[in-house]
């Protein structure tokens, strides 16, 4: 079969693999009905997520039909149409019991490199390095999902491909930063980063109440984006005192609630950004924390900083002093996708979401290096390009 | 320069692995019979010593099992350890870049028994392999294949 393979950094190729198998009673097989590019590939891409191999298959977000069925499949058919968490958990071990998915004890095949890497190991994702497991992506004709019964949703019938598509990651990741951030109606709440997951957070933030979101980034495209379909307000960090113009929008105080969106490969126009863009290609820094800095020293005092960007390693200049000084708390996870997808599938159905939007380009698989680069340099207003087969 | 850039924090994973298991067998005169110790999502009574997976149970008579309630409802702590105290040497980096360190061999039973006590499987990687032989990928591959033995638990 045909599958977008990651060859070494910034080199993509489409190769043909062997086709996926059932390796155990609790995995399905599904045939990827469409996929989408996420900007937490480009960090593998880029090397900055370690353990990749040439021939690995990429890609985690996506939407399939079912074809195969383990004997110890039960809630799916073949022929169902499914939406597929990224990240894989099993659904009995005491983390997937309290709904924290993406620390599954148990579907992660390499735990000992994220122990390495971080004192405990993460749940396994789909096509994103040995060191998150090692499992094959989903940028390919056929996609082995394992626990299948805990990590696939069947798509209601009414709901779109396009939409449901987002649901695998980016709409329960931007929902999961509103959520335990703990948004409250009546809070301000600012959001740096206007693709798809920040868009979600800001969505979800004003769905739980929010009095005012507002929304940064620097993307025409995406800022008009943000504003036709989400609702919330925006920023243009390029054009902004980003720190001066929340104080004021929030009578002084800096908003209650502040999301990073953005991750480890954060742009700014500022000095800041020379500076860790130095480090981080010395090595002397594994990611760029530009965004959470900035979302650390606009918070108010005795607010919540959500970081939702992916983050591999250790950052430079972390403002801890303004963490403890001001009371802040600071809280960050992978995407518990398991927790919130039946909801968010019944809020796309219902229309309060919408998702369509987020896929300005569509591609064929053949086509995927090309919608990787389109992602990357953000041209012709991309956004998310859906890959299909 | 930069196509090899991305192996360095693998190396420095290792690295650190390995610093930590040097450290550890200096700063820690207990290391070679510490407990191995997970937390199994069951109750106590459905992780009996006298009735443990196939994992762990292949080692009748080597072992030694303890098993007692976690705290906090989080289900049974489930801990074992070889009754013959590695040496040294058995223990030592080389050993255990062979993969010939006892320790691993029991780690990867234990972690392998408390998914089949809570997933009733445990999960496989994706086979066949569609990855290729280049410098990096060796370096993972031998970091990757060493990974399911090592570890803090």
Request: charged content about 25%.
């Amino acid at each position: 079969m045909k599958a977008l393979c990651w060859e070494g950094v910034n080199k993509l190729s489409v190769e043909n693999v062997p086709d996926p198998e059932l390796r155990n009673d609790q995995d399905m097989i599904v045939r990827l009905i469409a996929g989408t590019t996420c900007g937490s590939d480009l960090h593998l891409i880029g090397g900055y997520i370690p353990a990749m191999r040439a021939g690995d298959v990429i890609g985690h977000e996506f939407l399939g039909e079912v074809v195969e069925t383990g004997p110890g499949v039960r809630r799916h058919k073949v022929g169902d149409r499914v939406v597929v968490c990224s990240f894989i958990g099993c659904g009995r071990c005491w983390y997937c019991a309290n709904d924290l998915w993406s620390l599954c004890d148990n579907s992660n095949t390499n735990p000992g490199i994220g122990q390495a890497l971080f004192g405990y190991e993460t749940a396994g994702i789909f096509g994103y390095s040995h060191a998150m497991g090692g499992l094959r992506g989903s940028h390919a004709e056929y996609v082995r999902v394992p626990f299948a019964d805990y990590g696939a949703f069947q798509v209601p019938e009414g709901i779109d491909d396009t939409s449901a598509l987002f649901v695998s990651d980016s709409v329960p990741t931007g929902w999961m930063g509103a959520d335990l951030a703990g948004v409250r109606p009546g809070d301000v709440v600012a959001v740096w980063g206007c693709g798809a997951v920040g868009q979600m957070a800001a969505r979800a933030a004003i769905l739980k109440g929010a009095e005012r979101v507002i929304a940064i980034d620097r993307i025409p495209e995406r800022l008009a984006m943000t504003e036709r379909y989400v609702g919330a307000e925006t920023l243009d960090y390029t054009r902004t005192d980003i720190a001066a113009e929340l104080r004021e929008r929030t009578g002084g105080r800096g908003p209650d609630v502040c999301i990073e969106a953005v991750g480890m490969e954060a742009h700014s126009d500022g000095p800041a950004y020379l500076y860790d863009q130095a480090k981080q290609q010395l090595r002397l820094q594994t990611d760029r924390p530009t965004a959470v800095r900035q979302a650390i020293h606009a918070c108010r005092k005795a607010g919540t900083v959500f970081v939702l960007g992916v983050f591999a390693g250790a950052v430079d200049k972390f403002p801890l002093g303004a963490v403890v000084n001001k009371g802040l708390t600071v809280r960050g996870a992978q995407m518990h996708g398991q927790r919130y997808i039946p909801t968010l599938l019944e809020k796309l159905a219902a229309g309060e979401l919408k998702t369509a939007h987020l896929a300005t380009h569509t591609l064929s698989l053949d086509e995927a290096p090309t919608a990787y680069e389109m992602f990357k340099e953000k041209t012709d207003g991309c956004v998310r390009a859906v890959i299909r087969p | 320069m930069k196509k090899v850039w991305w192996t360095i924090p693998v190396a420095a994973a290792s690295v650190a692995a390995v610093r930590k298991a040097r450290s550890g067998r200096t700063a820690d005169d207990r290391a070679g019979d510490r407990w191995l110790t997970v937390t199994v999502n069951r109750p106590l009574a459905e992780v009996s010593p006298d009735d443990l997976p196939e994992p762990l149970a292949a080692f009748p008579g080597k072992i030694e099992v303890r098993v007692r309630p976690a705290p906090g409802d989080r289900g049974t702590e489930l801990a074992v350890r070889p009754v013959q105290v590695p040496t040294a040497g058995q223990t030592s980096l080389p050993a255990r870049l062979a993969g010939e360190d006892p320790r691993q061999e029991l780690r990867l039973a234990l972690r392998r028994a408390k998914a089949l006590l809570e997933a009733g499987e445990v999960l496989l990687p994706d086979a066949p392999p569609t990855t290729r032989p280049t410098p990096g990928g060796k370096l993972v591959e031998m970091v990757t294949r060493r990974a399911g033995g090592e570890g803090v638990l």
